[in-house]
């Protein structure tokens, strides 16, 4: 079945970076645009960045354009998220998404505190 696993949350301070990983298996990775998505406590879930399937194709959010990248390993079955310039506010659990078919990870959470 479709199998998403984030990985390399964690604690890190202000300024600092961090880099989530989601292996992908169950499905054809190779065909499926993928996104990462964020939840803070009592928010919304939001996007933070979008590949699409062969990565010509990248979109990010407003509040993470310049410091965060998202990027693919299509023959490993990897998203990344490179993460830099942590700011408190980046405090929040990140789920991996895949659009095809439409899968969520169990998420992985990031604590940026002084």
């Known amino acids: 079945q479709v199998q998403l696993v984030e990985s390399g949350g964690g604690l890190v301070q202000p300024g600092g970076s961090l880099t989530l990983s989601c292996a992908a298996s169950?499905?054809?990775?190779?065909?499926?645009?993928m996104s990462w998505y964020r939840q803070a406590p009592r928010k919304e879930r939001e996007l933070v960045a979008y590949?699409?399937?062969?990565?010509?194709?990248?979109e990010y959010g407003d509040s993470v354009k310049g410091r965060f990248t998202i990027s693919r390993d299509n023959p490993k079955s990897l998203l990344y998220l490179q993460m830099n310039s942590l700011k408190i506010e980046d405090t929040a659990v990140y789920y991996c998404?895949?659009?095809?078919?439409?899968?969520w990870g169990q998420g992985t959470q990031v604590t940026v505190s002084s």
């Open positions: 169950g499905f054809d990775f190779s065909t499926s645009s």
């Open positions: 998404y895949a659009n095809l078919p439409r899968s």
């Open positions: 590949i699409s399937n062969a990565g010509a194709i990248i």
